[in-house]
């Protein structure tokens, strides 16, 4: 069965710092994957999506990098670290036609 | 543009009653629905989906509801229960294997 890791969990940063989220699947190969964030009042926000090995598409413009250095990893990142970073970040492999598959997520906190 | 809307933020129904949550739609291109269900601090898990195709999806207290002339769809949970307390997301998607997700219904399940 498919398993998808986070980490870390949770992370406190302080604005400017450096951000590295690392996403790993297990289960599957070829997957396509996505990192999307969950921040207050904004639902589920699309940031990026991966077909395979270092084939990214970027949805909203940001500070925000991802890239997929494996088949099985995702990783995002960013140079410099905004207040508006904070929110809580979900990998997810798509599953079959129309299913997505999440993580467990990380909870980031920017101050 | 939001392309998939959910317009009521929170809800409030009986334990045991029928909790009805709505989701508005724009892009008529879209050829499947889904509902995630999310917990605080976990990620959203898949719930039910429908197919453009079909008006009805039934899977034991979950049923969802496809009105496409209205670009309208419903999840029904009857009877509800305490664990269904919950965000609850709306999703939409194309052959492109996108999904878009709505800004989410937080649902209480009332004693």
């Known amino acids: 069965s498919q398993t998808i890791h986070q980490w870390p969990a949770t992370l406190v940063q302080p604005v400017g710092s450096p951000l590295s989220l690392e996403c790993t699947v297990e289960g599957t190969s070829n997957p396509n994957l996505y990192w999307y964030r969950q921040a207050a009042g904004r639902g589920l926000q699309l940031l990026f999506y991966s077909i395979g090995i270092g084939q990214i598409s970027s949805e909203v413009p940001q500070n925000l990098s991802a890239s997929r250095p494996q088949d099985r990893q995702f990783i995002l990142s960013s140079k410099k670290l905004l207040l508006s970073d904070s929110g809580f970040y979900l990998c997810?492999?798509?599953?079959?036609?129309?299913?997505?598959?999440f993580g467990p997520g990380t909870r980031l906190t920017v101050l | 543009d939001q392309q998939v809307k959910q317009n009521s933020p929170s809800l409030s129904v009986q334990e045991g009653r029928i909790s009805i949550l709505n989701c508005d739609y724009t892009?008529?291109?879209?050829?499947?629905f889904l509902w995630y269900k999310k917990y605080p601090a976990e990620g959203p898990t898949f719930l039910i989906s429908i197919s453009s195709i079909k008006d009805k999806n039934e899977d034991g207290r979950f049923t969802v509801f496809l009105n496409k002339s209205a670009k309208h769809l419903s999840l029904h949970i009857v009877p509800s229960q305490p664990g269904d307390s919950a965000v609850y997301f709306c999703?939409?998607?194309?052959?492109?294997?996108?999904?878009?997700f709505g800004k989410g219904t937080r649902l209480h399940i009332l004693p």
């Open positions: 997810a492999l798509g599953v079959g036609y129309n299913e997505q598959f």
């Open positions: 892009n008529s291109m879209f050829d499947y």
């Open positions: 999703a939409a998607g194309n052959r492109d294997d996108k999904i878009i």
